[in-house]
């Protein structure tokens, strides 16, 4: 027998040998609640005593529904979702008509699933390429820039809800620009291109500027330390306050560089200093703030289980899922090699259970399956940048788009995060 063989009889022992150790674990559990729920019920009368066990019995059957299946695969233990719920609809913000269809169907492609859009923000464009690394969307073109149309140190770039448009953070150009999908114009959501500032009109190096579904924007105003919620040029809610730095949430914060949106209406807040990774409640009330084992946490996410998926912005570079404690469920991050990581800054969930990767400094996006941590699919050429077709510069954010009916890129069913 080969080692081959071997080696993958027993990977398969040993998820058989797991997956009973796991159901005689759940057994025992509901034996001893069955026990449990009949002592207690033995003082009472008949009826009561039939009704705490009925229900200690519909207790322990609803624990067991609740459990994912135990073959969850090795990215995290199954009891936190596993492989399986790395993605899931539940865990997306507004919804669009399509999105359920779009994603399931994506759930079954290999590599990246369907389309990723990439801010390449070294060259000031942004791309969209299909799973055959072919281009099927540039902004701006050479019509664009005839127009006056130009993207300056693009960062993170989304699809709107609703796939009219997308919206980039400039950050060295401290503003945040949209541009629509339908007659490619372009116009300031927020900021004064150009000049940084603190006050109620001007941002700081923004970062992740999302549209929520209510049309307002929320943004990473980075040096501020603090999340800006922007409706109609106006700052409408913030969390932190302008030149207050230091971790106090959700009063105060350190140097901001996350502020993902999460289904419950809570932001998902990264700091800098003292890596920190933070989940404030649309009301204000701080739900969450963990030490991350990172040096630079970078655009955390938010995934089923309670699990958040984050980049460790620094060289070599690390893609980690933690828990709400801290602690580490899942690390990617060779030390050398082709698989080495160069300051990625966004690692983001596909719905089949890869991740894909901004690897910015290495020039490239990857896509690795966290089954085998290798990397199964990449666009850019490793440590060359470039204008060419199949080349990137330093690209900094990305989304992503599944297929439509038609097969092109279905930007209405894109949801975040």
Same mark, same amino acid.
């Given at each position: 027998?080969?080692?081959?063989?071997?080696?993958?009889?027993?990977?398969?022992?040993?998820?058989?040998? @797991?997956?009973? #150790?796991?159901?005689?674990?759940?057994?025992? %559990?509901?034996?001893?609640?069955?026990?449990?729920?009949?002592?207690?019920?033995?003082?009472?009368?008949?009826?009561?005593? +039939?009704?705490?066990?009925?229900?200690?019995?519909?207790?322990?059957?609803?624990?067991?529904?609740?459990?994912?299946?135990?073959?969850?695969?090795? &990215?995290?233990?199954?009891?936190?979702?596993? &492989?399986?719920?790395?993605?899931?609809?539940?865990?997306?913000?507004?919804?669009?008509?399509?999105?359920?269809?779009? @994603?399931?169907?994506?759930? +079954?492609?290999?590599?990246?699933?369907?389309?990723?859009?990439?801010?390449?923000?070294?060259?000031?464009?942004?791309?969209?390429?299909?799973?055959? +690394?072919?281009?099927?969307? %540039?902004?701006?073109?050479?019509?664009? +820039?005839? !127009?006056?149309?130009?993207?300056?140190?693009?960062?993170?770039?989304?699809?709107?809800?609703?796939?009219?448009? &997308?919206?980039?953070?400039?950050?060295?150009?401290?503003?945040?620009?949209?541009?629509?999908?339908?007659? #490619? /114009? &372009?116009?300031?959501?927020?900021?004064?291109?150009?000049? $940084?500032? /603190?006050?109620?009109?001007?941002?700081?190096?923004?970062?992740?500027?999302?549209?929520?579904?209510?049309?307002?924007?929320?943004?990473?105003?980075? =040096?501020?330390? #603090?999340? %800006?919620?922007?409706?109609?040029? !106006?700052?409408? #809610?913030?969390?932190?306050? /302008?030149?207050?730095?230091?971790?106090?949430?959700?009063?105060?914060?350190?140097?901001?560089?996350?502020?993902?949106?999460?289904?419950?209406?809570?932001?998902?807040?990264?700091?800098?200093?003292?890596?920190?990774?933070?989940?404030?409640?649309?009301?204000?009330?701080?739900?969450?703030?963990?030490?991350?084992?990172?040096?630079? *946490?970078?655009? $955390?996410?938010?995934?089923?289980?309670?699990?958040?998926?984050? /980049?460790?912005?620094?060289?070599?570079?690390?893609?980690?899922?933690?828990?709400?404690?801290?602690?580490?469920?899942?690390? @990617?991050?060779?030390?050398?090699? $082709?698989?080495?990581?160069?300051? $990625?800054? %966004?690692?983001?969930?596909?719905?089949?259970?890869?991740?894909?990767?901004?690897?910015? @400094?290495?020039?490239?996006?990857?896509?690795?399956?966290? !089954?085998?941590?290798?990397?199964?699919?990449? =666009?850019?050429?490793?440590?060359?940048?470039?204008?060419?077709?199949? =080349?990137?510069?330093?690209?900094?954010?990305?989304?992503?788009?599944?297929?439509? *009916?038609?097969?092109?890129?279905?930007?209405?069913?894109?949801?975040?995060?």
């Amino acid at each position: 027998m080969s080692n081959d063989a071997r080696t993958l009889r027993r990977a398969a022992h040993r998820r058989r040998v @797991y997956r009973q #150790r796991r159901f005689g674990a759940f057994a025992i %559990l509901a034996a001893l609640a069955a026990i449990i729920a009949s002592l207690a019920g033995a003082g009472k009368s008949g009826e009561s005593a +039939k009704e705490a066990r009925a229900a200690a019995a519909a207790a322990a059957a609803k624990r067991a529904a609740e459990q994912p299946p135990a073959d969850g695969g090795p &990215l995290a233990p199954s009891y936190v979702g596993g &492989l399986a719920a790395l993605w899931a609809p539940a865990n997306v913000v507004a919804p669009q008509p399509q999105t359920a269809a779009a @994603y399931l169907a994506a759930s +079954k492609r290999p590599g990246p699933a369907g389309y990723i859009l990439i801010a390449d923000r070294g060259n000031n464009r942004v791309l969209v390429v299909n799973p055959e +690394k072919q281009i099927v969307y %540039l902004y701006p073109n050479q019509e664009d +820039k005839r !127009r006056g149309r130009a993207l300056f140190f693009n960062d993170d770039t989304f699809v709107v809800p609703g796939g009219q448009a &997308l919206i980039a953070n400039e950050e060295d150009n401290h503003a945040i620009v949209e541009w629509s999908l339908v007659d #490619r /114009s &372009l116009h300031v959501l927020f900021g004064h291109p150009g000049e $940084p500032g /603190s006050d109620r009109t001007h941002v700081h190096t923004p970062d992740d500027a999302y549209v929520l579904a209510d049309g307002t924007m929320t943004v990473a105003d980075a =040096y501020n330390c #603090r999340i %800006l919620f922007i409706r109609e040029h !106006r700052i409408v #809610r913030e969390i932190g306050e /302008s030149g207050v730095c230091r971790h106090d949430p959700p009063a105060h914060l350190e140097p901001v560089n996350g502020d993902t949106p999460v289904p419950n209406g809570a932001v998902m807040v990264s700091e800098v200093n003292g890596s920190w990774v933070d989940e404030i409640g649309p009301e204000g009330r701080l739900l969450m703030s963990v030490k991350a084992p990172v040096e630079y *946490p970078s655009d $955390p996410q938010p995934l089923p289980g309670g699990r958040i998926l984050l /980049s460790d912005y620094t060289s070599p570079g690390h893609i980690l899922i933690i828990d709400r404690r801290g602690h580490v469920l899942w690390r @990617y991050g060779p030390s050398s090699g $082709p698989g080495r990581l160069d300051h $990625p800054s %966004l690692a983001m969930a596909l719905p089949n259970g890869n991740v894909a990767v901004n690897d910015d @400094y290495r020039h490239r996006v990857v896509v690795i399956d966290p !089954r085998t941590n290798q990397i199964v699919w990449q =666009y850019g050429h490793t440590d060359v940048a470039g204008t060419s077709p199949g =080349y990137l510069n330093t690209p900094d954010g990305m989304d992503f788009v599944p297929y439509g *009916p038609r097969g092109g890129p279905d930007y209405a069913a894109v949801v975040h995060p």
